[in-house]
């Protein structure tokens, strides 16, 4: 499965952004896909994420009624409507696919980040 990543880029703060990441690969479908983050000096953490079938999804509490996670199976592709926009949501957001959950372990691959900045 490979992954690229796109739509960052500089906002204010309350700003929207929409990130896509479009998933190539057979068996595509087969994979929950997820957006994580890393901000300077943190470690990546968990952001979203979206089950095979689009029936499930979760968030990290920080994003949660912010942030809304999708996917179309047309065209295998994963979206992250960002809305509201902090500060702290400045980060490097990777999209990554695997097994439906929160830990960096479950998802094996792993696409480009694109980079996100929020400006007060």
């Known amino acids: 499965v490979q992954l690229q990543a796109s739509g960052g880029g500089l906002v204010q703060a309350g700003d929207s952004l929409s990130l896509s990441c479009a998933a190539s690969?057979?068996?595509?479908?087969?994979?929950?896909l997820g957006w994580f983050r890393q901000a300077p000096g943190k470690e990546r953490e968990f952001v979203a994420a979206?089950?095979?079938?689009?029936?499930?999804?979760a968030y990290a509490d920080s994003v949660k009624g912010r942030f809304i996670i999708s996917r179309t199976h047309a065209t295998a592709t994963v979206y992250l409507q960002m809305n509201t926009l902090k500060p702290a949501d400045t980060a490097v957001y990777y999209c990554?696919?695997?097994?439906?959950?929160?830990?960096?372990?479950?998802?094996?691959?792993w696409g480009q980040g694109t980079l996100v900045t929020v400006s007060s």
């Open positions: 990554a696919a695997g097994r439906f959950g929160r830990t960096l372990s479950e998802y094996q691959y």
């Open positions: 690969g057979r068996t595509v479908s087969a994979y929950s």
């Open positions: 979206i089950s095979g079938l689009g029936s499930n999804t």
